[in-house]
């Protein structure tokens, strides 16, 4: 018999994990850039050109997938430059920090920590910036995610579920599993408490990487 499909977690890091769906599909967010010298038999894979061998000449405005764009970006050849998208430039970090529970991540990007992560990897002046913020903004709606997860049980939690990122998201269901998991026990209706699946996955990364 065949094992069950056991979720793989995202990256969290600079480098995507390709045996991951929610990595697969975050890689093909686009970014805003312009092409710094001519790019050949790339116009129709980009959508700007009508044939597989028609060129996109330089200085040209792009929406580049991720993966595409770490694949073109060379600091030394200056293939493409790269743009912020506009939730990850001054102003928004402003709101995030003002009050960062408040903001709807999933409207404005369903993958914000991971894409967030991604983009530091192009050379930005403001990278220092973007993971500042992206820290603190997890830090500061962590509690407000785990805190519902435990007070909502058994109720209608699809508005709150739906301003969360992919993340965010992973986050309150394995909340709730892990209140549900305590009340079954505590009723007698399991045998134990088992680790979360994120903790389990945690705890194999960590041991790799000592090993290693």
């Not at 993966?67 to 790269?82: F, Y």
């Not at 939730?87 to 894409?115: N, Q």
Request: charged fraction near 25%.
């Amino acid at each position: 018999m065949s094992e069950a499909y056991f979720p793989v977690g995202p990256g969290l890091g600079l480098e995507e994990n390709f045996l991951s769906l929610d990595d697969i599909l975050m890689s093909q967010e686009k970014l805003p850039g312009r092409a710094e010298s001519t790019l050949p038999r790339l116009a129709f894979a980009l959508g700007q050109g009508a044939g597989t061998g028609d060129s996109i000449p330089e200085g040209t405005k792009l929406e580049i997938p991720l993966w595409l764009a770490k694949g073109l970006h060379d600091s030394k050849r200056r293939i493409i430059s790269v743009e912020l998208p506009k939730i990850y430039k001054e102003a928004w970090r402003t709101v995030f920090s003002a009050d960062a529970t408040v903001v709807d991540l999933h409207k404005m990007g369903p993958y914000y920590y991971g894409f967030g992560s991604q983009l530091l990897n192009f050379d930005n002046p403001e990278n220092p910036e973007i993971a500042q913020t992206l820290l603190q903004t997890f830090i500061s709606r962590f509690r407000h995610i785990m805190d519902s997860s435990q007070n909502a049980y058994n109720e209608d939690t699809s508005a709150l579920v739906a301003r969360l990122d992919e993340l965010e998201r992973a986050l309150f269901q394995a909340g709730q599993k892990g209140l549900n998991d305590f009340q079954c026990w505590e009723k007698g209706q399991a045998s134990q408490i088992t680790a979360s699946s994120l903790v389990q996955n945690y705890g194999k990364r960590k041991f790799t990487e000592m090993d290693g």
